[in-house]
């Protein structure tokens, strides 16, 4: 059945609404919505630099991926198999980029052990996660399972205590950093497949022609 996304086609871009703090659950965060600017952001690749996202999705297309971290298996499973279509994103004019809280070190393990080629980054300070829209805190039930399990949450910026990670996303922006298309969904063992994203991401090119 074939993918039904909204694409905004006017040549305006709607005010960016920036949250402005994490959202109480997965399922109360609100994500950017197609039409709306992205911010400007920057955090560290894998090496420890300093990327600015901002400019980066603003140069060329964009899939934009949230993760929760490479301790995640739904999260690495699904980093694995967008290298399905990477190869077509690329043809189509599309950049790359995965987006989670894991410090620079943790990304490095990330790319090794999944084999991909394509960009990750860290927002250890959630960032990008916050500006998107899709923080949220941890439970204190989850969180403590967590902390059992050896899990290096975030912690959330004048309390320490508390923890966030992103609810996971899609992001599919345009050349003049518009977001096209979004998807999340806030059961994290449920993510978008390969083959949708590539349809949503021939329909964005598509709309733009």
Not at 125 to 134: I, L, R
Not at 152 to 171: H, Q, T
Not at 174 to 188: L, P, Q, W
């Amino acid at each position: 059945m074939k993918l039904l996304i909204t694409i905004l086609t006017c040549l305006f871009a709607l005010p960016l609404v920036a949250s402005a703090s994490p959202a109480e659950s997965a399922e109360t965060a609100q994500a950017l919505k197609p039409g709306q600017a992205t911010p400007q952001v920057s955090l560290l690749t894998p090496e420890g630099e300093s990327f600015d996202l901002g400019a980066a999705v603003r140069e060329q297309p964009t899939l934009l991926i949230f993760y929760r971290g490479g301790w995640c298996p739904y999260c690495n499973r699904h980093l694995a198999a967008l290298l399905e279509i990477e190869e077509d994103l690329l043809e189509l004019g599309f950049q790359i980029i995965a987006v989670s809280p894991d410090q620079p070190a943790a990304l490095q393990l990330t790319i090794a052990k999944n084999e991909l080629n394509y960009q990750l980054l860290s927002d250890r300070e959630m960032k990008a996660a916050d500006s998107y829209g899709v923080a949220f805190v941890v439970p204190e039930d989850i969180r403590t399972k967590y902390e059992e399990y050896g899990i290096d949450l975030a912690s959330v910026p004048g309390n320490p205590d508390a923890k966030w990670l992103p609810v996971p996303a899609i992001f599919l922006i345009g050349a003049e950093g518009v977001v096209r298309f979004v998807h999340t969904n806030s059961d994290y063992k449920l993510r978008l497949d390969p083959a949708d994203i590539l349809e949503a991401a021939e329909d964005v090119v598509g709309s733009s022609d």
